[in-house]
């Protein structure tokens, strides 16, 4: 595609934004929660980073990793990766009521 250079404009200041973020930080550096009071704490807290962000959540092909990509990006392509492919192979993905 005409004007793809393979950076976002944005993905550096975007990252750098997430990783400096104070309150993600505190939670990060908080030794006397407990790891599901951490975990549950990060969550939201990162969740509410993408949202602010216009971020998506992209599953690859592996099915096994995912990255942040702007939402704007994920929108304009096609979805054939990760979980589209996991669901195409196997019923009880597509339809997880599906009995085994």
């Known amino acids: 595609m005409d004007g793809i250079t393979g950076t976002h ?3 550096q200041k975007i990252a750098d934004k997430i990783l ?3 309150k993600l ?3 990060i550096n908080n030794d006397e929660l ?3 009071k951490k975990l549950g704490k990060l969550t939201s807290r990162l969740n509410t980073l993408r949202s602010e962000n216009e971020l998506t959540v992209h599953e690859l ?3 096994r990793k995912t990255q942040w990509i702007p939402t704007d990006i ?3 392509f096609g979805h054939l990766g990760g ?3 996991l669901k ?3 019923p009880v993905i597509k339809n997880p009521k599906c009995p085994k």
Do not use: F, L
Request: cysteine-free.
């Open 20 to 22: 400096s973020d104070k």
């Open 9 to 11: 404009p944005e993905s």
């Open 34 to 36: 407990g790891y599901d």
């Open 88 to 90: 195409a192979q196997n």
């Open 61 to 63: 092909n592996n099915a």
């Open 83 to 85: 979980v589209s492919e």
């Open 25 to 27: 930080q505190k939670i």
């Open 74 to 76: 994920n929108g304009t």
